[in-house]
């Protein structure tokens, strides 16, 4: 890959150079008062982003699969039940996670491309009760949007906790953690928070925390540990000098950029440039003759698309848009994996991004 090409898959992504020049900073040491400083601001700027005021924030080295772990570790213990909203691959992990941490798991699934309705899902929920309800915002094998708003208004009418995977959607779809009534909300910074790998983001409700806190077991990993992290992620909110493990200095100072940049924009501007790309890109998909692999417009994400090969094109398409400058992905998703690729659409990416995917697009499709 050349430094010029231009990386389109559905995470990590094109970021903004001004951010990658705080990447390469000279590294503070983790009790730098600037360095402090930095990371209050990023925590404070996680709420807004996630809308959510009454939450706390977590922030540690680690990858999105991580902070999903985290997530599971601190909410869950042998016995609890779970209602998993299945939509594909990384639904199928959290789910893999809940059991490892002795969860006994119910999945309410959908095909590939779909998502339950919450009628469906307040039926699974009737059949409880389940401790935690865990969704895939967008789940990044189908580029399907699921309805978490609707589904978290009915697991609070039955008395589960939300948790809810945002790793390609925190930062490019609407979500209103708090007054959504979402409980756990997680990503990772490679997607729309637009920082190279290695921050897992969480934040959690003053409900997911009572919850923790009224655990009877310990929980089954000190680096997962809220309690390991809490004091710390205190204490640095108030720029204060704490230690359990080091921050990635450079990795938080880079989050701090971004997430300054992103609260300029503001959530509702962020959201909307995200849906007009997408609907500029969906417009064009049409006009190359693709098919999306979301059952219709209103399940289809704003972050990436997933398009199946036309007729005769298999994942030779992926290689040659290569050739032309543009990375992209092959598909994910374990049925349909030959059938489909997957462009991601979010962060910095601009119009004039989407044109060049569009114009290559069109001139390998057309060989
Ligand atoms: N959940 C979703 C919805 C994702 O898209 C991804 C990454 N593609 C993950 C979880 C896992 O994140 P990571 O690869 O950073 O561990």
Redesign the pocket.
């Known amino acids: 890959m050349s430094e010029r090409d231009l990386l389109m898959i ?2 990590p992504i094109e970021f903004d150079p001004a951010v990658l020049r705080a990447l390469g900073q000279k590294t503070r040491g983790h009790l730098d008062p600037l360095f402090m400083q930095a990371f209050s601001r990023a925590l404070k700027n996680l709420r807004v982003v996630f809308e959510a005021p009454s939450a706390q924030p977590f922030v540690v080295a680690g ?3 991580l902070a ?1 772990e985290m997530a599971v570790a601190n909410l869950t213990q042998p016995g609890d039940r779970a209602l998993v909203v299945n939509t594909g691959y ?1 639904s199928d ?1 959290l789910a893999a996670m809940l059991e490892r941490h002795g969860a006994a798991v119910t999945h309410v699934r959908a095909a590939p491309g779909d998502a339950p309705t919450a009628e469906e899902v307040e039926r699974a929920l009737a059949g409880g009760p389940f401790k935690l309800l865990t969704v ?1 915002h ?3 094998s189908t580029a399907v949007l699921t309805p978490v708003q609707a589904y978290a208004q009915a697991a609070q009418r039955h008395g589960a906790l939300v948790l809810v ?1 945002g ?2 959607s925190v930062g490019g779809e609407a979500l209103a953690m708090e007054s959504w009534g979402v409980d756990v909300a997680l990503t ?1 910074s ?1 997607k729309a928070l637009g920082v190279p ?1 290695g921050l897992a983001v969480l934040l959690a409700s003053p409900r997911a925390m009572a919850a923790w806190q009224a655990r009877t077991r310990p929980v089954a990993s000190v680096y997962l540990d809220f309690a390991e992290w809490l004091p710390i992620h205190q204490a640095y909110e108030a720029e204060k000098p704490a230690y359990f493990a080091t921050p990635p200095v450079n990795l938080i100072a880079a989050l701090d950029v971004s997430l300054q940049q992103l609260v300029a924009e503001t959530m509702p501007a962020r959201v909307r440039r995200h849906q007009a790309t997408a609907r500029w890109l969906r417009a064009a998909w049409q006009r190359l003759g693709l098919t999306m692999l979301p059952k219709s417009e209103a399940l289809a994400a704003h972050t990436l698309s997933a398009l199946y090969y036309p007729e005769g094109v298999d994942a030779a398409l992926v290689k040659a848009l290569g050739a032309e400058g543009v990375v992209v992905a092959g598909g994910l998703h374990p049925e349909l994996k030959t059938r489909y690729f997957r462009v991601g659409h979010m962060g910095a990416v601009s119009m004039n991004d989407a044109s060049a995917v569009v114009a290559a697009l069109e001139r390998v499709l057309k060989r």
């Open positions: 559905p995470g990858s999105g699969t999903m990384f992990r895939t967008v789940d990044t995977d790793v390609c990772a490679q790998p």
